[in-house]
């Protein structure tokens, strides 16, 4: 059975820069790609960014881009969640998730496998 586990979540103070980690465990393991969404206080999950696991094919939301980066390691499993310049509006629970198809997707219900998420909190 395939696990994610996220880490790297905590409080921190506007304009500062965190940094997640998503590792994947389980023989089976076997991606396409590896994404990153958010769900704040109240509201709905939203996606934040995605990679290919086989290219350097990255998306973002418009809300971050350009304040986090997206990579992977592909030898460890593990995806990584750079997040630099961060700001109120970013403090949510962080949750990575895996997807098996060819094809890239930005929806919550396309994704197999979820990790537990990780709380980000930035003070203003």
């Known amino acids: 059975q395939v696990q994610l586990v996220e880490s790297g979540g905590g409080l921190v103070q506007t304009g500062d820069s965190l940094r997640l980690s998503c590792a994947a465990s389980?023989?089976?393991?076997?991606?396409?790609?590896m994404a990153w969404f958010r769900q704040a206080p109240g509201k709905e999950r939203e996606f934040v960014s995605l990679?290919?696991?086989?290219?350097?094919?990255?998306y973002y939301a418009d809300s971050v881009q350009g304040r986090f980066t997206i990579s992977r390691d592909n030898a460890k499993n593990t995806v990584y969640l750079q997040m630099d310049s961060l700001k109120p509006e970013d403090t949510a629970v962080y949750y990575c998730?895996?997807?098996?198809?060819?094809?890239?997707?930005?929806?919550?219900?396309?994704?197999?496998?979820w990790g537990q998420g990780t709380q980000d909190t930035v003070s203003s």
């Open positions: 990679i290919a696991w086989r290219n350097d094919n990255t």
């Open positions: 389980g023989r089976s393991f076997s991606t396409s790609f």
């Open positions: 998730a895996a997807r098996r198809a060819f094809v890239s997707s930005r929806q919550m219900k396309d994704y197999e496998t």
